[in-house]
């Protein structure tokens, strides 16, 4: 039951990613593009982790712990850039 | 693996990929910048959570041990959430994105433009037909 559980959610976070993109492209503003950004990183890291419990490995929470940071740090530094025109001033 | 267990971890996955496909759904439908931060707060927190106890019980039952791996993952998110929205409601009222009719306190965008607090006189004055409602 879990393998089919897992291939059921798998499908439904791929049909979220696609809907991400979605707005990604038709955003009228930046900021909407950086908001679907963010939330495509999120959908990303749901899915290494169902990859890792179809696998039966704890070994791919750790790159879900990274892709977080990266997600989160990419969001502040585009928002950053959009208010004052320099990451690091 | 039990019979209860996998029905449990099944059940918290799926509840997990529903919220974010509804965040996703939300992200896409919602018609106005300042209106769609919201959605995607709920997809992360509720999502995310529900999926990253579905793997710390999974982990549990095959490995032995609870590994705060996931623990970790989930606090950093909720920590992080509310500061991703602030950073871009604030990039998107310097930019002067196009707002709601609805939207209440539209008169204090100019003021955080100028970085001025707002003052008691800017009271709350949101639009008249919702306060007669």
Redesign the interface.
Known sequence: MLDIAVIVVASMLSLALVLNLWRLIIGPHVVDRILALDTMYINSIALILLYGIYNKTPLYFEAALLIAMLGFVSSVAFGKYLLRGDIIE | ?S?MA??I??SL??L???F??V???G??RLQD?YV??HA?TK??TL??GS??I??MV??YN??GYI?V??L??TL??VI?AP??AH??A???M??R?KVMERTRNQHLIEKARMQMPPTSADADQGDKESDKA
């Open positions: 693996m019979f996998e029905l971890i099944s996955l799926i997990g990929g529903l974010v496909l965040g996703s759904i992200l896409l910048l769609r931060l995607p997809a992360t999502g995310l999926i990253l579905g793997s999974y982990m095959t490995q590994s791996n996931e970790l993952i950093f998110l992080t500061v991703t950073i871009l604030k990039a998107a310097h930019h994105v």
